[in-house]
């Protein structure tokens, strides 16, 4: 969905046919100048979305700083001025959209500095349905990559499809025998043996799933080069720095988007 879209229907769901307070307590031909302002150290994201929910309210929306930018806390991230009414109606859903986005890439700026930047951190499809442009957003504002964006661009073989095909190499030559010859094909493991099946059918990429620091590093061992290598699986920073040397290629993590805490930043009106 696009943000335009994605914008009106959250003003919709929000404010429906009227903001009751506002509309009761604010003068017609009211206007204010106000500014966001981060509460916290964090990393900004979401801007676009705060633009969007202002400017279809007829304020206008200046952004002080960049998305991925560090901010202290009390440092203004946006200027906005307009109608009064329309600034008060908009606040709590443009703030909700920067909270969430911020939060996303402050969580996951957290990661990347764990992996010192000898490893990538990549997310997961583990996303807020019809959020996932901008929490994918998010994870790039924050340091980290993007793993494939949906089902549609990229061939992933987890364990229920190897049920379900009958095994990994027959999921792998059916899959080869369908897609054309630029798409790459990864294959999900969670066992040694099962990575040797997969690198003999020919997987260009390997899923590493919830295996033990050792297994992780005797892996890395036995592809050599051979495909590129993604370790997932209770990834938190913490294990992150513990594996980062392993010579893994990226490190997916979905807790980046899901396990992420909002950011915390608010509107404050200048005083009439």
């Excluded at 429906?16 to 031909?29: L, P, Q, V």
């Excluded at 049920?163 to 897609?179: H, P, T």
Aim: proline share 1%; with cysteine.
């Amino acid at each position: 969905m696009n943000l335009q879209s994605l914008v009106s229907l959250a003003l919709e769901e929000d404010i429906g046919n009227g903001d009751i307070t506002t509309e009761s307590c604010i003068a017609h031909d009211a206007n204010s100048v106000g500014w966001i302002e981060a509460r916290e150290e964090l990393v900004v994201s979401g801007l676009g979305a705060a633009c969007e929910v202002f400017r279809q309210l007829g304020v206008k929306f200046e952004a002080l700083v960049d998305d991925g930018a560090l901010v202290v806390a009390k440092q203004h991230i946006a200027k906005i001025s307009g109608p009064s009414k329309a600034i008060l109606s908009g606040e709590r859903l443009a703030l909700n959209f920067l909270m969430k986005l911020s939060g996303i890439a402050t969580n996951t700026a957290i990661s990347v500095r764990s992996a010192e930047g000898l490893v990538r951190v990549v997310d997961t499809r583990k996303t807020t349905p019809l959020l996932r442009d901008l929490e994918k957003a998010a994870v790039r504002h924050g340091g980290g990559f993007n793993h494939r964006f949906a089902l549609y661009d990229g061939v992933m073989i987890k364990d229920n499809h190897i049920i379900a095909a009958g095994g990994i190499r027959e999921a792998v030559s059916a899959c080869r025998n369908r897609v054309h010859h630029l798409v790459k094909i990864e294959v999900e493991v969670d066992t040694l043996e099962q990575l040797n099946v997969a690198i003999d059918a020919g997987a260009d990429v390997i899923l590493l799933d919830n295996m033990s620091n050792e297994d992780l590093r005797a892996a890395v061992t036995v592809v050599d080069g051979r495909a590129y290598t993604e370790a997932s699986g209770n990834m938190t920073p913490e294990r992150i720095g513990q594996i980062k040397g392993f010579g893994l290629d990226c490190i997916s993590v979905g807790g980046l988007i899901h396990q992420a805490t909002w950011s915390d930043l608010a509107l404050e009106l200048a005083s009439i």
